[in-house]
């Protein structure tokens, strides 16, 4: 008897949850160097996404086969789409987390206030983990609230540049803190594309 898609869903998925286990790896070193200043997390956090790589790929193994195998359409077919989608989205956080800690190495923050940073960073780990969430448990609402969360990123961005840009501080600072604000933003971006991939899953459509 040949496997189902439940049962290709259930591979997926599984493995999708473990790239998240690695999210939650790095995210923490990277509260570390925010909160504390904490450098030299860098080489971990490599490994770490070379792992969260190497599980995007097994997913998309697992869809291409499923797609050669049982040819799905409809719900089904959407299910392989969004789950490919979803991985390279994972995978792609996964690599902006480093990115942090990778230009915290550039620079000495140890005199920089990164409060504000902080604050922009735990606002796009709880959509990063609310996205996730929702396309697991299928659950459209959490990814619709997910959408709405994005305006809050967007608005304390631009707050952080606009006060980089009339602070008189040290050069290191107003460098370091927009850089990571940044790669923040862009993080939010893909929670925001999960949360869509979830809405195009349960729906057919990806506009919210």
Do not use: W
Not at 66 to 78: E, K, N, T, V, Y
Request: proline share 1%.
């Amino acid at each position: 008897m040949g496997v189902s898609i439940e049962e290709y869903e259930d591979k997926i998925n599984s493995t999708i949850m473990e790239m998240t286990e690695l999210i939650e790896n790095i995210k923490d070193h990277v509260l570390h160097l925010l909160r504390d200043k904490k450098k030299g997390l860098l080489p971990l956090a490599t490994e770490l996404c070379k792992v969260a790589q190497i599980k995007e790929e097994k997913v998309m193994e697992f869809c291409i086969e499923a797609l050669i195998r049982l040819q799905p359409f409809a719900s089904d077919l959407r299910k392989l789409t969004t789950s490919m989608k979803v991985a390279y989205d994972i995978s792609r956080i996964c690599r902006y987390l480093r990115n942090i800690l990778e230009v915290a190495e550039e620079f000495d923050i140890s005199k920089c206030d990164t409060s504000e940073v902080l604050s922009l960073f735990e606002n796009a780990l709880s959509m990063i983990i609310s996205s996730i969430r929702s396309y697991l448990q299928k659950d459209f609402e959490t990814s619709r609230n997910v959408i709405k969360a994005d305006e809050l990123i967007d608005q304390k961005y631009r707050k952080i540049l606009r006060k980089l840009a009339s602070e008189d501080v040290e050069h290191t600072c107003i460098l370091f803190n927009g850089l990571a604000a940044r790669i923040i933003e862009r993080m939010a971006d893909h929670a925001c594309y999960i949360a869509n991939e979830t809405a195009y899953l349960l729906t057919g459509n990806r506009t919210l």
